[in-house]
């Protein structure tokens, strides 16, 4: 069983930055793909960023050029940073590692963008 501890949620105001990290513990087998995905109050779950293991990340075209998702393998941690934050970006953020056993999700965190 994989387990995703994420961290980073916060307030931040419009046009801050803030920085998510999501460490993966409990897998033999390599997470060939680590992501991010967002669910706002009302609306569907939707991908935001993923990086495949030693391929280029994938962004929703709403957060291209805004933020960057990077991982580090030798510690199982997927990061997003936020930049240019806007009030529509808040939301639940969930880390989200597929191994050759399934798809796991974190519990999530939280983020507000509010002035």
């Known amino acids: 069983q994989v387990q995703l501890v994420e961290s980073g949620g916060g307030l931040v105001q419009p046009g801050g930055s803030l920085r998510l990290s999501c460490a993966a513990s409990?897998?033999?087998?390599?997470?060939?793909?680590m992501g991010w995905y967002r669910q706002a109050p009302g609306k569907q779950r939707e991908l935001v960023a993923n990086?495949?293991?030693?391929?280029?990340?994938n962004y929703a075209d709403a957060v291209k050029g805004r933020f960057t998702i990077s991982r580090d393998n030798a510690k199982n941690t997927v990061y997003l940073q936020m930049n240019s934050l806007k009030p529509e970006d808040a939301a639940v953020y969930y880390c989200?590692?597929?191994?050759?056993?399934?798809?796991?999700w974190g519990q999530g965190t939280q983020v507000a963008v509010s002035s």
């Open positions: 409990g897998t033999p087998f390599s997470i060939y793909l």
């Open positions: 990086i495949p293991s030693g391929s280029s990340a």
């Open positions: 989200v590692a597929t191994t050759a056993l399934g798809t796991y």
